[in-house]
Structure formats: C-alpha cells, structure tokens
C-alpha cells in the first residue's frame, strides 16, 4: 500500500509504499530533501523525528551488517 507522508520541514506530501503493515525507518522528503526517522503502525504515521546525515549513515550501517547476517544464516540453511 502507498502511504501518505506530510513533510514537517516545508509540508509537501510524499508518499511511500509498505509491503509491511509496520515501519520503522529513514524517510526523505523529496523536495526539501529533508531527512526524518518514521514509525508506522497498523498503516498510520506514528512518529516522525528529524535525523541528521549523520544518523543515516549509522543506520544504512546497521542494515548493511543486518542484510550480511541474513545472507549467512541462508548460505548455512542451504548446507
Ligand atoms: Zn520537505
């Protein structure tokens, strides 16, 4: 489903697209290129807090290790 996200910095919409009913995560705004942590429940905007690049790139991090343990657990339940 899409979901309609308000940007807090300058208001315009954007919209994002869930596979999951939750989210928790970075969101940009388009057009002020804003940078803001979301959480979303049950389809609807919960919290939405400013993040710095800095935050990001912490994050992107965590994914990055998260995806590589992912990829290890898969190679180990193909053996
Ligand atoms: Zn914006």
Known sequence: ???KIKCAECGTEGSLSLT??????PYRCWK???LFTIKIENNELKTCEPLTEE???RH???L???Q???ALRAKFKRQ
Not at 20 to 25: E, H, I, K, V
């Open 60 to 62: 992107e991090e965590e």
């Open 1 to 3: 489903m899409i979901l």
């Open 68 to 70: 590589e343990i992912d």
């Open 20 to 25: 999951d009913p939750g989210y928790q995560g």
């Open 64 to 66: 990055k290790k998260q």
């Open 55 to 57: 935050e990001l790139k």
């Open 32 to 34: 002020c290129r804003a």
